[in-house]
């Protein structure tokens, strides 16, 4: 956009990461005129630093279980649409039970997948040693999901926000909002850093980065960002036929209190150990799970941690050489459940970000929910519990209180 330009649209989308990406392609395909702006480009925010994993078997019962199964039926459909390779394949996951204490949790887990229609095997650790030769140590038992997915990420996003503009979606990149002109409950218009923006509905989808965006119009969007370590090696054999992750993992994942009281130098960092074979036949090691602001840069202590836990469970990988390690921003919510829908505040405002550990499973649910509220549609799953008006809500009446007690 020519600097000092205004650009009309139906829809301009901020935030071109695979959640923005996904109601930007959606969008389009139900005939809006969309722009996509972002600050940087596509895959340069968490979608491009993260793992691919679409999942219902690591997924928190309630809103964002609904959402995962919801995400996992329509993934199929979009990839067909997207006219090129992102990786999209089946991987079965195993989740490692190595403490009876997690198993309760797992219990709910499976129960709640259950009556979804979702089945997930118990094993015994000769089950799973028959299954994983590779992995040792000790292991109470396991959780074996066969009917699980990965995407490559970074292909996934980039390959959304392709199909997006090859449909019409004018993107708008390397541009950034410095001003929001907001008037009786509307967004009038975006100043940018190139130009204004003169849109009838705006869709905010900056992941990590959502709360300086909310600022901007006075909303509270909570999101903090939560920092995942990950290392690749170099290719290898198949050393792993699942996507595996510790119980631990999981656990810590929904209750970041969990790691406070864990011994385990990676469960105390917020995280647990997860190993996945890459598309490129290389090894995935992750992760941490830390709140330490927006430092993007690889730390020796994650780091080591996740080696360290690496080379106990699988030891085939000692000599192996690590190529890249790298930091994602997972975009977390104090309560656990993203943002989504329409704000009740600014009526033209739409709202999709705060997908945590999850947004590649829930991007593409996320871009058909966000189509719907667009159109005027009830949305297909219930956003009830994603009330992206919630944190505004409660600090107004807090506000209130705070005045009627001075
Ligand atoms: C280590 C790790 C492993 C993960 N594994 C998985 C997994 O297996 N499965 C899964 O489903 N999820 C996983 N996740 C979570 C997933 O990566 C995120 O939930 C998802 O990438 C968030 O996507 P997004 O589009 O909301 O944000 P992003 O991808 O961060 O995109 C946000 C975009 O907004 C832009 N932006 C920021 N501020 C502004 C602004 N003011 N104006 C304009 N543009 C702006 C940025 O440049 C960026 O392009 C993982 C995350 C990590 C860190």
Redesign the pocket.
């Known amino acids: 956009m020519p600097d000092g330009t205004t650009v009309k649209a139906d829809i301009a989308v ?9 109601c930007a392609h959606a969008l389009v395909r139900q005939g809006f005129d969309v722009i996509l ?19 219902v078997s ?1 997924k928190k019962p309630g809103l964002v279980l609904d959402l995962a199964v919801a995400s996992k039926a329509l993934y199929p459909e979009i990839v067909g649409d997207l006219h090129q390779p992102v990786e999209y394949r089946q991987s079965p996951t195993l989740i490692l039970i190595e403490h009876e204490a997690e198993k309760p949790a797992l219990e709910r887990t499976q129960k709640a997948a259950a009556e979804l229609g979702f089945r997930l095997d118990y094993l015994n650790r000769n089950d799973v040693r028959n299954r994983e030769p590779h992995l040792c140590g000790d292991l109470v038992g396991a959780l074996r999901c066969e009917d699980e997915q ?1 995407v490559n ?1 970074y292909l996934m ?1 980039l390959a959304l926000a392709q199909r997006a503009i090859a449909l019409g979606v004018r993107p708008l990149f390397g ?3 410095i001003h929001v002109d907001v008037t009786n409950g509307q967004i009038t218009g975006i100043e ?1 850093t190139a130009g204004h923006i003169d849109a009838e509905q705006y869709v905010f ?6 709360a ?2 909310g600022a ?1 119009v006075g909303l509270d969007l909570r999101v903090v960002p ?5 290392a690749v090696t170099a290719r290898v054999r198949q050393l792993v036929e699942h ?1 595996v992750m510790t119980a631990g993992s999981m656990i810590a994942k929904n209750d970041p209190k969990v790691a406070e009281r864990s011994s385990d130098p990676l469960m105390q960092m917020g995280g647990g150990l ?1 190993i996945h074979m890459t598309g490129e036949g290389q090894v995935a090691l ?4 830390a709140f330490a602001g927006f430092d993007r840069t690889s730390s020796e202590a994650g780091i080591s941690a996740i080696l360290s836990a690496a080379a106990l469970r699988l030891p085939a990988l000692v000599d192996v050489p690590i190529l890249r390690c ?6 977390h919510v104090p309560d656990g459940r993203p943002l989504i829908g329409r704000s009740r505040r600014l009526n033209n405002l739409l709202v ?12 593409v649910i ?1 871009g058909a929910l966000i189509a719907d509220l667009a159109a005027g549609r009830s949305p297909a799953v219930d956003l009830t519990a994603a009330d992206p008006d919630r944190f505004t809500e409660i600090q107004a009446d807090n506000n209130e209180v705070a005045l009627a007690t001075t």
Request: with cysteine.
């Open positions: 901020i935030g071109a990461g695979a959640v923005g990406s996904a702006v972002d600050a940087a480009s596509p895959t340069a925010g968490t979608s491009g630093a993260c793992s691919g994993l679409i999942a690591t990965v990420p996003n541009v950034r909002p940018t989808a900056v992941g990590a980065w959502s300086e965006l901007l939560r920092r995942g370590e990950v996507y997860g992750g992760t941490t799970r790298f930091v994602g921003l997972r975009p999709a970000t705060g997908h945590d550990g999850d947004g590649i499973s829930l991007s996320t």
